[in-house]
């Protein structure tokens, strides 16, 4: 039954989603392109020819970051149990999801950006070379290369994310997800159920929209081709 309590608890848990899902991402956005950026510029086949030592914290850096993903997201989040107690105080709530969903998103992101970079042309790359551009000039032409590529997956990384928090809904994350499984499951309040669910695949559209738009608009080989 949608009555007034019902609607403030709504209310309440859009805004705890919108908060982990841009909360989370902006963390995403940050670490997993940093991690992905190093990724790139250190491994062996890289334009930027760095050392051989580099080649070795690639390595590393790249086996620590596939190990990080490949753990699954409800392991990791028992698994973050006592760290979050620790700095956060509590278990649940929203804010003690966060560092699970940072940790198991970032990684995702930064092997999303490591990709996108190396599907940079070649071609361009070698004309910068031969045009004696500079280390800065070259990161800022293959960063406006592969942008439609980075939105593209930072856009996934966020319709992800909300699959995250549905299933920190478990343990009391809070959110929409949460609303759902507690007023679906031990409530009895279907329409209330119902409109949480429904309102999490409208966010997941408007994510998926509003990315393939600016991955669109962005990307100049299309534009071009139109």
């Given at each position: 039954m949608l009555d007034a309590r019902a609607i403030e608890l709504y209310v309440d848990a859009l805004f705890e989603t919108l908060y982990l899902v841009f909360g989370t991402g902006i963390f995403v956005l940050v670490i997993g392109f940093i991690i992905g950026f190093i990724l790139y510029t250190t491994e062996p086949k890289s334009p930027f020819q760095l050392h051989k030592g580099f080649h070795i914290l690639h390595r590393v850096i790249a086996t620590i970051n596939d190990i990080a993903r490949s753990i699954p997201f409800i392991i990791l989040l028992i698994m973050m149990i006592p760290v979050t107690r620790a700095f956060v105080g509590t278990i649940l709530g929203p804010t003690a999801a966060l560092p699970s969903l940072i940790i198991?998103?970032?990684?995702?992101?930064?092997?999303?950006?490591?990709?996108?970079?190396?599907?940079?042309?070649?071609?361009?790359?070698?004309?910068?070379?031969?045009?004696?551009?500079?280390?800065?000039?070259?990161?800022?032409?293959?960063?406006?290369?592969?942008?439609?590529?980075?939105?593209?997956?930072?856009?996934?990384?966020?319709?992800?994310?909300?699959?995250?928090?549905?299933?920190?809904?478990?343990?009391?994350?809070?959110?929409?997800?949460?609303?759902?499984?507690?007023?679906?499951?031990?409530?009895?309040?279907?329409?209330?159920?119902?409109?949480?669910?429904?309102?999490?695949?409208?966010?997941?559209?408007?994510?998926?929209?509003?990315?393939?738009?600016?991955?669109?608009?962005?990307?100049?080989?299309?534009?071009?081709?139109?």
């Open positions: 198991s998103a970032s990684p995702f992101f930064a092997r999303v950006v490591h990709m996108a970079l190396k599907e940079v042309p070649y071609e361009s790359i070698e004309a910068l070379e031969s045009l004696g551009a500079t280390k800065r000039t070259m990161i800022r032409i293959i960063l406006k290369e592969a942008m439609p590529a980075l939105i593209s997956g930072f856009t996934l990384t966020l319709v992800t994310l909300v699959g995250f928090i549905a299933a920190a809904a478990v343990i009391g994350a809070g959110g929409l997800a949460y609303l759902a499984y507690e007023y679906g499951k031990f409530g009895n309040n279907y329409p209330l159920m119902y409109l949480s669910i429904f309102t999490i695949l409208c966010l997941v559209f408007l994510i998926q929209i509003t990315g393939d738009v600016l991955s669109r608009t962005l990307n100049h080989r299309t534009n071009k081709g139109a």
